[in-house]
């Protein structure tokens, strides 16, 4: 049996495990880190109240326990979420696109659902340019995001990517990778920017507007 291609696409905290029959979005090595850290933090203050049970006073020994048995199972949860977890999953032979639950669902519970017959496009777009955007357009960074669009109009997004404007055309290219795969495995039509027909290293251009602007700013600032 052939064994299936298996690329990685890293995003903005997360990354996209892409094969032929299903994309994962998965959290990305660094989300391990911080409940790593609480998990140890706990088990330090578990060893702490064996060792000091008969040294320490009582009051000291009651905040090590509620320390402990407040972040040793939600950082462990976390811990194993960060390992086998996945914020979206697209599966051809389910023909469908979840969204799963947090670190404490532990990727099981869904979310939400969206059979590949309820997508109407795969978009990529510069944050900000949207509803989902955060605020105003930062000039100094590219924030690309992939949007699942439904029939419905209800937009989801899947996952994004942030890089400094000066490598904006490599930021877009793994955000377009991405949603070009998607798209391939829902069968569903991918709607990118016209900045991805710019040659390959070549950052993105800006908007003529926005050039205008600090043009503007430049002559303004000579004075």
Known sequence: RRR???????LHRRVAV???????LRPSGKALLRPLAWLLTGAACFAAI???LERLPVW???ALLLVAVVSIPTAGLGVVYSIVGAHVVIDRAKQSA?????????????QELVPFWKIAAIVVEEAGASAEGNGR??????????VLEKESGKRLIV???TAPRSLAAGALARASEVAMAIADLTGRPARLPVATAEPAGRPARAPAA???????????HHR
């Open 4 to 10: 299936p291609v298996r690329r990685r696409v890293v």
């Open 18 to 24: 892409i094969t032929d029959d299903v994309i994962k």
């Open 50 to 52: 064996i060792w000091g």
């Open 60 to 62: 000291l020994l009651m």
């Open 98 to 110: 979840t969204w799963q639950q947090g670190a404490i669902g532990l990727g099981i519970g869904t």
């Open 137 to 146: 357009r930062i000039e100094e960074l590219a924030q690309y995001q992939i």
């Open 159 to 161: 996952g994004g990517v």
């Open 210 to 220: 926005r050039t205008a602007r600090r043009s503007r700013r430049r002559r303004s």
